[in-house]
């Protein structure tokens, strides 16, 4: 199993996510666009590993977390404006909140597998495939800087098994903290 931790968000983030893809596809770029019922923040990316041992690391990490709320602003990428690897869209309120989620995850999942890269809260959109035109792709990417995008009310995290480009949800564990 390929396991992830991973928050959902909402049918409105969602709709308004579909919206901005279908913006962006209009650059004419060869891009892997994000299903959007398949939209979710990765917490942690775990890989092969035990189900049960990572539930109970994630079920008791997730005690300690507090519910919160992020909103999501504006378009990026990684990668360079030659090569572009990801389109995501970002966290701007609720981001320092969501790192400290991500890095509660690394914390009680290190000896499962450890995280060396610091945590990036973003909701990836589309994986560009080639460098066909990456220009228009960026340009359009540039008018959606700062835009707000929705909010979404981080209250649990899912388990995920992903196989074959289907996800499918393990278990779910709300946040508890105070």
Same mark, same amino acid.
């Given at each position: 199993?390929?396991? +992830? =931790?991973? %928050?959902?968000?909402? &049918?409105?983030?969602?709709? @308004?996510? !579909?919206? /901005?893809?279908?913006?962006? $596809?209009?650059?004419?770029?060869?891009?892997?666009?994000?299903?959007?019922?398949?939209?979710?923040?990765?917490?942690?990316?775990?890989?092969?590993?035990?189900?049960?041992?990572?539930?109970?690391?994630?079920?008791?990490?997730?005690?300690?977390?507090?519910?919160?709320?992020?909103?999501?602003?504006?378009?990026?990428?990684?990668?360079?404006?030659? +090569? =572009?690897? %990801?389109?995501?869209? &970002?966290?701007?309120?609720? @981001?320092? !909140?969501? /790192?400290?989620?991500?890095? $509660?995850?690394?914390?009680?999942?290190?000896?499962?597998?450890?995280?060396?890269?610091?945590?990036?809260?973003?909701?990836?959109?589309?994986?560009?495939?080639?460098?066909?035109?990456?220009?228009?792709?960026?340009?359009?990417?540039?008018?959606?800087?700062?835009?707000?995008?929705?909010?979404?009310?981080?209250?649990?995290?899912?388990?995920?098994?992903?196989?074959?480009?289907?996800?499918?949800?393990?278990?779910?564990?709300?946040? !508890?903290?105070?």
């Amino acid at each position: 199993m390929r396991l +992830f =931790v991973a %928050v959902d968000v909402n &049918g409105e983030v969602r709709r @308004r996510i !579909e919206e /901005i893809i279908q913006d962006l $596809a209009q650059a004419g770029a060869d891009v892997g666009w994000s299903p959007p019922e398949k939209l979710h923040f990765t917490l942690k990316f775990l890989g092969d590993a035990d189900v049960k041992v990572v539930e109970r690391l994630v079920k008791d990490a997730a005690k300690r977390i507090a519910p919160f709320r992020i909103t999501l602003a504006g378009l990026g990428y990684f990668g360079s404006p030659r +090569f =572009v690897r %990801v389109v995501w869209a &970002g966290v701007s309120e609720g @981001r320092q !909140e969501m /790192i400290n989620a991500m890095e $509660a995850m690394n914390t009680a999942l290190n000896d499962v597998r450890k995280e060396e890269a610091p945590p990036r809260p973003h909701l990836t959109i589309g994986r560009p495939r080639g460098e066909r035109n990456t220009e228009n792709l960026l340009e359009k990417v540039a008018k959606h800087n700062g835009m707000k995008i929705g909010e979404v009310d981080v209250n649990q995290m899912v388990l995920k098994n992903s196989a074959a480009g289907h996800y499918e949800d393990l278990a779910v564990f709300p946040l !508890e903290g105070a």
